[in-house]
């Protein structure tokens, strides 16, 4: 790995790969771009994405020199699809004079060899872990922050201070907010959004609780907007449409940028720590997170999410994981068992064996009848989410609903 000391001079182009895809990712990279630009204010500055809707995010920032480019994202961390994509993400990355991986894990050496073919100085941490294989950096830090941390010392530019991510909308779209808020009559009374899920590893708070939710911000006198930027939310918003009141509505299949007006144009945002949370808190919208046991890698942890650290008022984290261990004891679900790392896995991945071996040997055991299937992960019944309760997140609304109003007179 190159240290910062053999970072000298001040490059004329520099290449940021974030190996994580998610929108949140794309949002909470921004102050590393605004570092970057900062010390380097001449740089050709381009990021790395790995599909369309983290593309469209990035591009938001005013800090890149260029649209965004495409690589084989699932090369970081596999190293087949690192082989196969050798050639695309060569081309892609040629020309660069530093290229920097943004990645908490185990970065493939083919994605590595790769980006080193093309002459630039690539600099990176080769696998962020802690002894408890229950932890990692983002235990201990946000996102943003542990982003900004680490590409500071590997570029070997100072960190005076912290940066919340910042994303200003472009004039069109804020007209797309305004338009699409007037076509359906919002404007008038405070808007909520809730964010009914992320995915299959954050476990929801469940689209009933979330109805009830709705239907109880309606008669406090807001309208409520329900996310559906998944079709998976779109289908939970139609099961339980039938028991929402007038006054909520469905905000369906938005492209990034849209999303971003129409949560512009929002009072509140309510959901789990995940990326609409992040694209929110980026605009400056109060945000409410309902934190649950949070993703495989992160069990147990009162984590912030994509918060900011350390917390303003207007963003508020409603939480029972410490309540329920203390209740539920040796039953609490929050706390999943320490697992033991794979000895095979770690060696063969980086050098891109894993992959092909265990499609193989998957073949192998179910022509012999002995094929296994893991386990399905759970939808909910986790004590610390259902431990919080409507009426609780309901007050909370009520709480910073009444704080921006005050602002607004204030103002």
Not at 230 to 252: I, M, N, P, T, W
Request: positive net charge.
């Amino acid at each position: 790995m190159a240290s910062p000391a053999t970072i000298k001079g001040r490059p004329s182009k520099v290449l940021i790969v974030l190996g994580s895809p998610g929108i949140g990712d794309a949002v909470e990279a921004f102050p590393v771009f605004e570092i970057v630009r900062e010390h380097w204010p001449d740089v050709y500055l381009v990021a790395a994405s790995f599909n369309k809707s983290q593309s469209a995010m990035l591009e938001m920032s005013p800090h890149l020199s260029a649209r965004t480019m495409l690589v084989e994202h699932r090369g970081i961390k596999r190293g087949w699809r690192a082989i196969k994509g050798c050639g695309p993400n060569f081309k892609a990355m040629q020309g660069f004079d530093i290229i920097l991986f943004l990645y908490k894990k185990v970065i493939t050496l083919t994605m590595v060899l790769t980006a080193r073919l093309t002459g630039a100085n690539v600099v990176y941490k080769h696998d962020y872990h802690y002894r408890d294989t229950r932890q990692d950096p983002y235990s201990d830090f946000p996102e943003h922050v542990f982003f900004q941390i680490v590409a500071t010392r590997l570029l070997g530019l100072p960190l005076a201070r912290l940066r919340e991510p910042r994303l200003s909308l472009s004039v069109q779209d804020q007209q797309f907010g305004e338009e699409f808020c007037k076509s359906r009559g919002l404007g008038h009374r405070p808007l909520v959004m809730l964010n009914t899920q992320s995915y299959a590893l954050c476990r929801g708070w469940g689209i009933e609780r979330y109805a009830c939710l709705a239907n109880a911000l309606v008669e406090s006198g807001a309208d409520v907007l329900i996310n559906g930027w998944a079709d998976s939310q779109v289908a939970e918003f139609r099961s339980v449409a039938h028991k929402l009141k007038s006054g909520v509505f469905l905000a369906e299949n938005r492209s990034p940028r849209e999303l971003a007006a129409v949560v512009g144009k929002c009072d509140l945002h309510i959901g789990d720590p995940s990326g609409p949370a992040s694209l929110a808190m980026a605009m400056g919208i109060p945000t409410i997170i309902l934190q649950g046991p949070g993703e495989h890698e992160y069990p147990g942890q009162d984590r912030p999410g994509p918060l900011w650290w350390p917390r303003g008022p207007k963003y508020e984290v409603l939480s029972k994981i410490d309540w329920c261990q203390l209740t539920m004891g040796g039953a609490c679900r929050c706390w999943e068992p320490e697992t033991r790392r794979h000895l095979m896995k770690s060696v063969m991945n980086p050098l891109g064996l894993w992959d092909p071996w265990r499609t193989a040997r998957k073949h192998v055991m179910k022509a012999l009848g002995m094929s296994r299937h893991g386990s399905a992960i759970a939808a909910g019944g986790y004590p610390c989410l259902e431990a919080i309760t409507v009426e609780a997140v309901v007050a909370a609304a009520r709480r910073q609903l009444c704080r921006a109003s005050r602002q607004v007179n204030a103002s």
